[in-house]
């Protein structure tokens, strides 16, 4: 045990309760107050009541998340709020049930599988550009809602092997969107779940919960009624099986597991890539190297999976604006037991907030934190990188699963796009962030699109 205890700083219940209203709008700022008054670990209560130990510290985020992962559990926060939304899937077990669903999902992710949903990907793309050079002949756009566009049907498409009606998207879309901000406020305002419920707005946001249910489990039961195979996420969840029975997993199982995907797999890389176009925009400098490393590596050819390793410089563009924008800008788990890490005392049931946006803005670990310099991932400085200061999907055994394909789907749509197009910004845009679940631009990002001049 380490000798020298650290009793984190506390935020006086008053004043957190006092904090209730500006954490629905922006936890992120209420959280980096405290941090850059030098509070790298301090205790919290959501709302006046509910305690948490937030920190920026990566040793001890990596005891919680990694070292001693299995002692930490999903907080009620996930658990329950999110499961009562998505379902009891990946994201929302935990324990042994977690990872057998964790070794069933996994088989999706290898490198043949994702390689064939490159393909599949690229078809969508290819659609959408059209429609792309319409929307731009109009003017500016808002980069947010195009991307959650391009991501979204593209992951329903990786899911299903079809692009549903725009219909459909749009329910679906706007339902994922709607109840995480209902959960927000359940998490910050925890003293109003009760009037939730009685006053009747709990079973309001079910019910638009279960028309996006509705149409998942219509496709569900579509594909298990033609009993075709396909080269799709949904075929993954059909094949696989228990170890311990070899049973499949139900229909309600896949609902959950389909549900959960559409929420991770296109929120982390639309808006990632908003983030991405807009620092883009920003240093026009990186966008010559991109194109330069484009004409390298792919020459007139269509991206392919196997270009992924050499666009190096691309990927160090993505990942410095994960750094500076995080998609998970917080991960929090539970103790199960009583813990101890680099003198500080967690006591079981305690909760446990790793700040992961603070952590990567933290100046301890990060020269120029705020500047975006994109060398700072070059693969010999990623070497020098302190562990666990850079956990853009999470880390440890619990890491999104689904990191390596956001990663791809990113690298396609960003070289498509720079490849063929000349990008700036609005004059004057002013963006800020909004933390939901994932880290949004508040009110959007417009950029001016136009034709490049200077292609092949």
């Known amino acids: 045990m380490n000798s020298t205890r650290l009793v984190p700083p506390a935020i006086p219940r008053w004043r957190s309760l006092m904090d209730s209203k500006a954490m629905i709008k922006n936890p992120v700022a209420i959280f980096s107050k405290y941090a850059a008054e030098g509070k790298e670990t301090f205790t919290f209560h959501f709302g006046g009541i509910q305690k948490a130990i937030v920190t920026s510290n990566p040793a001890i985020i990596q005891h919680v998340l990694k070292t001693n992962y299995e002692n930490y559990h999903k907080s009620d926060i996930q658990v329950k709020r999110m499961a009562h939304f998505l379902g009891k899937g990946l994201l929302t077990s935990h324990g042994k049930e977690w990872l057998i669903k964790r070794r069933l999902i996994q088989q999706g992710f290898h490198k043949e599988r994702l390689g064939k949903l490159v393909s599949i990907m690229q078809i969508d793309f290819a659609e959408l550009m059209d429609d792309w050079d319409k929307e731009i002949d109009k003017g500016a756009v808002d ?135 807009y620092l883009l925009c920003r240093h026009p400098d990186a966008i010559n190297a991109i194109r330069n490393e484009i004409d390298d590596v792919l020459g007139d050819g269509n991206f392919e999976f196997k270009h992924i390793e050499a666009l190096t410089y691309t990927t160090q563009v993505i990942e410095e604006s994960l750094r500076l924008y995080p998609p998970f800008w917080m991960v929090d788990r539970e103790a199960l037991s009583d813990d101890e890490v680099a003198g500080l005392d967690i006591p079981a049931g305690s909760t446990v907030i790793a700040f992961i946006h603070a952590l990567h803005h933290s100046p301890l670990y990060w020269k120029d934190p705020e500047e975006f310099r994109p060398e700072r991932f070059a693969p010999a400085e990623k070497k020098k990188h302190t562990p666990f200061t850079f956990m853009p999907f999470g880390a440890g055994p619990r890491g999104c699963i689904g990191g390596n394909f956001a990663m791809m789907q990113m690298l396609l749509i960003l070289t498509n796009i720079i490849r063929n197009y000349d990008i700036k910004l609005v004059p004057d845009e002013a963006v800020e962030i909004e933390p939901m679940l994932i880290l949004r631009p508040k009110g959007g990002i417009k950029i001016k699109f136009s034709k490049r001049n200077d292609l092949k």
Do not use: C
């Open 143 to 277: 980069i947010y809602q195009q991307m959650m566009r391009i991501t979204f049907k593209m992951v329903t498409r990786s899911l299903f092997s079809i692009t549903l009606p725009k219909n459909e998207l749009t329910t679906i879309s706007n339902s994922i969107l709607t109840i995480q901000q209902f959960m927000v406020k359940q998490i910050v305002q925890p003293y109003l779940n009760p009037w939730f419920w009685v006053s009747g707005k709990l079973h309001h946001y079910e019910q638009i919960r279960n028309s996006s249910y509705d149409i998942i489990m219509k496709y569900i039961r579509r594909r298990r009624a033609s009993n075709l195979g396909h080269d799709d996420m949904l075929q993954i969840f059909f094949d696989a099986r228990y170890e311990h029975s070899d049973e499949g997993m139900d229909d309600d199982e896949i609902l959950s597991e389909s549900m959960q995907l559409l929420v991770a797999g296109h929120e982390t890389s639309s808006n990632a890539l908003s983030w991405t176009l």
